[in-house]
């Protein structure tokens, strides 16, 4: 059945509700994750299917992958196909022609691979290709079995049709935010292991922690799903400014003496140099954290002894995390202390060292900050 035919199946009213519910339930969303989950949700709804795999080709890994594969039963994970393989998602990408079976497994264009791989037994399936604007295949729509268990007619056709050609621009361009932002965190990353990869040989678990941390602690603070995420990625920035404290003093294996330390305590000051006037969200509230992050809340910390909320709340998160993290962790010049015995030390320093509101939700989630040590 050509195009057309299938598309007047579908009358203009049906089109038109159609259209605006889908186009409100995905626009705005610029995660991919969520993006895809929606649509497939959607998709799920409007056509009644028990699977629903958004294959997305990824060329420079040479695969499809599908992160969500939603419906009755079926946990949200991810699966990955290879792009010239015997699978139905690469047919279609590779034809662009819509593949509608009725009965998969006598079918010799289907393959077994995905139901083996899902546990799932494929009855009928309908995949349709999505294309970019310039009519370039980015992925595929898979459905797999009706919940009426009836074959997909070309009603079914038509409708997908139309919401993959609603879909492909949210999706592409969610594609496109999503390579950005990990450029940007990735970069940020790599900055944050070589400032402490000098005088620490656990740097990535020293980092993986005080982000977990912040981000429990933020959360539980009442900060905006965007803040949370923002504070936990600019934590990994905290000591950026070690780059410029000279190795005798960094990696010096016995307690500092005390003009070793203020020179040790300038490394605040050199974040500062680093990342002052930075434009992004990210970097600005790295800026926060790193210069403020050695300030004690009764005013007794460095660099300016800035006192309660003077501090920025960012920091006084920070300061939390990172001093726990340090007391449980070995270094050149100190054993690791007991887990027990660095959450005493925390809680005894609540409003002198620490803002105390922080520490009641330090001490409130403490079983979820042990599972970090655990792993
Ligand atoms: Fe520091
Ligand atoms: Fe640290």
């Not at 605006?20 to 339930?25: A, H, L, S, Y």
């Not at 015995?341 to 409003?351: H, L, M, Q, R």
């Amino acid at each position: 059945m050509n195009d057309e035919k299938q598309n007047s199946i579908l009358d203009a009213q049906e089109k038109l509700n159609l259209l605006t519910e889908f186009g409100k339930q995905i626009a705005h969303h610029n995660s991919l994750d969520t993006l895809l989950g929606l649509i497939a949700q959607q998709i799920q709804k409007i056509i009644g299917v028990k699977r629903c795999f958004i294959f997305i080709k990824d060329e420079s890994r040479n695969e499809f992958w599908s992160k969500i594969a939603s419906g009755k039963g079926l946990k949200y994970s991810e699966i990955h196909l290879p792009l010239n393989g015997n699978n139905i998602a690469c047919a279609v990408a590779q034809s662009g022609h819509t593949i509608n079976i009725a009965d998969a497994y006598s079918d010799s264009r289907f393959s077994k691979e995905l139901d083996i791989i899902t546990g799932f037994k494929t009855t009928s399936l309908l995949a349709v290709p999505l294309r970019n604007k310039e009519g370039k295949v980015i992925g595929v729509f898979q459905l797999n079995n009706k919940e009426d268990n009836t074959p997909f007619n070309s009603r079914d056709e038509g409708l997908l049709k139309l919401l993959a050609t609603l879909a492909s621009g949210n999706i592409e361009i969610a594609a496109l935010y999503e390579e950005v932002k990990l450029a940007n965190l990735e970069t940020i990353y790599r900055l944050a292991v070589a400032a402490e990869y000098r005088d620490q040989h656990d740097t990535r678990t020293h980092l993986a922690h005080i982000s977990a941390m912040c981000e429990i602690l933020a959360k539980k603070l009442g900060f905006s799903a965007g803040e949370v995420e923002n504070i936990k990625n600019a934590s990994l920035l905290h000591d950026i400014g070690k780059v410029a404290i000279p190795d005798h003093i960094l990696l010096k294996p016995g307690k500092l003496t005390p003009q070793e330390y203020e020179l040790m305590k300038e490394h605040t000051k050199y974040s500062e140099k680093i990342l002052k006037g930075a434009k992004s969200k990210i970097l600005e509230t790295a800026y926060k954290m790193s210069v403020a992050h050695h300030e004690k809340w009764d005013g007794s910390g460095y660099p300016n002894g800035l006192k309660g909320e003077e501090i920025p709340i960012e920091a006084r998160i920070l300061a939390v995390a990172d001093v726990f993290d340090a007391l449980c962790m070995n270094r050149i010049y100190k054993r690791a202390w007991p887990l027990q015995k660095a959450y005493d030390y925390i809680v005894s320093k609540a409003g002198t060292d620490f803002d105390s509101k922080v520490v009641e939700v330090f001490k409130k989630e403490f079983p979820q900050i042990l599972k970090l040590y655990e792993k």
